[in-house]
């Protein structure tokens, strides 16, 4: 399902109860910021969710979509697996795409906690990668902070021994 509101979209899925998706808009960074930062970043959608007998409805929710439309990643979590699509917000219509983006993405673990991968922001404090609690869904919040080397913001995520997470970053693709 997909409807209009005043300044986005909304669309939903239905998830059995064993199951957590959520869903990322990737964004192509501005021309300007593009020359040192990631090409791409991603960004969570926010959703509201409402329980249908054992079965959650989440209702996802795009501001200011694009007219060109909106690529979008749909990760599924369930018990020791993650589910990847590639989806796009077309007008009225979220479509499943048949070729993938170019994307990478890992399990991440360690024995000792660890903080994980300096990442670039762009100047709008948007970032490409992504790093998940793959029991609930939940982002793991990077520690922003200013390398006055380099003149950027930067963040780490710090990752909690003996726990496994899921990472992916949306790349450019070279093949072009």
């Known amino acids: 399902m997909v409807g209009d509101n005043l300044q986005g979209k909304y669309f939903s899925i239905t998830d059995p109860s064993h199951m957590n998706t959520v869903i990322y808009q990737v964004n192509k960074t501005e021309r300007e910021f593009a020359k040192n930062g990631p090409k791409f970043t991603v960004e969570r959608l926010e959703y509201s969710e409402e329980y249908i007998g ?16 909106n690529p979008l990643v749909i990760l599924s979590f369930a018990k020791e697996k993650v589910i990847v699509n590639m989806g796009y917000l077309d007008y009225d219509v979220v479509k499943i ?19 994980y991968k300096d990442f670039a922001y762009t100047p709008n404090m948007q970032r490409p990668i992504s790093i998940i609690d793959p029991e609930n869904g939940e982002e793991i919040k990077p520690i922003l902070y200013f390398d006055e080397e380099t003149n950027e913001v930067k963040g780490k995520c710090k990752l909690k021994p003996y726990k496994k997470y899921f990472a992916f970053e949306i790349r450019e693709d070279k093949k072009k």
Do not use: C, H, W
């Open 54 to 69: 054992d079965k959650k409805r989440k209702t996802f929710f795009v501001e200011n979509p694009a007219p060109e439309g």
């Open 97 to 115: 795409s048949k070729k993938p983006m170019p994307m990478k993405f890992q399990t991440l673990y360690n024995e000792e906690e660890i903080e």
